[in-house]
Structure formats: structure tokens, C-alpha cells
């Protein structure tokens, strides 16, 4: 198939301000057969609108004029050839301000991560602003940790620790220390450590 559909009126991310005169254009081409008029138009929002147009080399130049848009605009051209072979091009129109949002742009000093919105005024008096902020990141600190001691008879107590964060990861060792521990007469127990490792499942 040889139908080639290009040159679009306004180009990819390109803007231009909304008028009465608005008037979008695309070119048609074929360097085998010719292209049929009557096959080839316009499709606005899913209904086929009047087209008009104008000889180009090997094809044609085609026009279509809409009512004063408002809001987004999807158009799509269908063309065809005097082989019957039909091609078909989809085009959106954004209508307003286009929003871009980077939530990662980069490291900066201090453990600084930069993020940043652009946005983009496409319909009136076209211009581009920008808002840019960051958040610092940090070490996880080490806490102390809450502990209940049950009696279980006269002899074994047990301790339950609560951790007051839950950042604890898969392969990591861990410390806990143990002090002033006494005993019902006053007796305070030498320090006691150890280390335990989470283990991935």
C-alpha cells in the first residue's frame, strides 16, 4: 500500500490558540494509485464531517473547518486510494493546561530529592510555569525499646519487646541489649546482649 498520510497542521506537543478561524489540514499522497476524494474525510468525535481540498504533488491537501472548539479535540483522517486501499491517521488535541510531573529528578546535597511539576498553558496566551520542591532523607535512628516482664512461677520470666517502628528488613542483624534487671531483692543483673538476623521466608 502506498498512501502516505503527513504534515499534520500543527506538530507533536506544538500549540496554538483557539479561534473562529480555526482550520486543521493534513496531506494525502500516494506514489502508485490516486487518491479518491469522495473516500477520503474527516472524522470528528466519531462522525464523518465535511472535507475539503487542494492538489498537492502525487495527492491532495485536505481541509476541514469545525465549529469554535471547546475542550479537547480527536480527529481522524480516512484515506483512500482508486485501488481501494484505505489508510487512517488518529490525532488528539489537547485543549487547557498539560500537565508534566516528575516525582524523581535527582540527588541533590544532604540526601535532598528534588521534585518538580510543569505545567503547561496550551489555550490562552501560551506559557509555561514550574513548581519545584524537595524532601530530605534520613538515617533510621536507633530507639529504646518498651519491655513487659510476666512471672511465670517463681523461677522463669519471660520479656516481651515492642519495637516502636517497624523497619526491620530481610537479611539484616540486629542488637539487643539488656540492662538493670534486679531482682525482688534489689539484685541488678549484668548486661546482657545478643543478635538475631531476619531471614527471607
Not at 482550520?23 to 476524494?37: G, Q
Not at 469554535?68 to 480527536?74: A, E, F, H, Q, V
Not at 496566551?125 to 510476666?150: K, M, V, W
Amino acid at each position: 500500500m502506498g498512501i502516505l498520510i503527513d504534515n499534520f497542521f500543527i506538530g507533536v506537543e506544538d500549540w496554538i490558540q483557539v479561534t473562529d478561524s480555526l482550520i486543521f489540514s493534513v496531506d494525502v499522497v500516494d506514489l502508485n494509485y490516486n487518491i479518491s476524494t469522495s473516500g477520503t474525510y474527516f472524522v470528528h468525535d466519531g462522525n464523518i464531517v465535511y472535507t475539503t481540498f487542494s492538489g498537492i504533488s502525487n495527492g491532495y491537501r485536505a481541509f476541514y473547518d469545525p465549529p469554535t472548539p471547546s475542550g479537547s479535540i480527536y480527529l481522524t483522517i480516512h484515506a483512500e486510494n482508486d485501488n481501494s486501499e484505505t489508510a487512517e491517521e488518529d490525532y488528539s488535541l489537547l485543549f487547557g493546561y498539560n500537565v508534566e510531573f516528575d516525582e524523581y529528578v535527582d540527588w541533590g546535597p544532604n540526601k535532598e530529592i528534588l521534585i518538580w511539576s510543569k505545567a503547561s498553558n496550551e489555550a490562552f496566551c501560551p506559557n509555561i510555569e514550574t513548581y519545584a520542591s524537595y524532601f530530605q532523607t534520613r538515617d533510621l535512628h536507633s530507639y529504646n525499646l518498651g519491655a513487659t516482664i510476666q512471672a511465670v512461677g517463681f523461677v522463669d520470666l519471660n520479656a516481651t519487646i515492642f519495637p516502636q517502628n517497624t523497619f526491620f528488613f530481610y537479611n539484616r542483624t540486629y542488637q539487643i541489649k539488656i540492662d538493670e534487671i534486679k531482682d525482688f531483692a534489689g539484685n541488678i543483673m549484668g548486661p546482657y546482649e545478643f543478635t538475631f538476623t531476619i531471614e527471607d521466608g
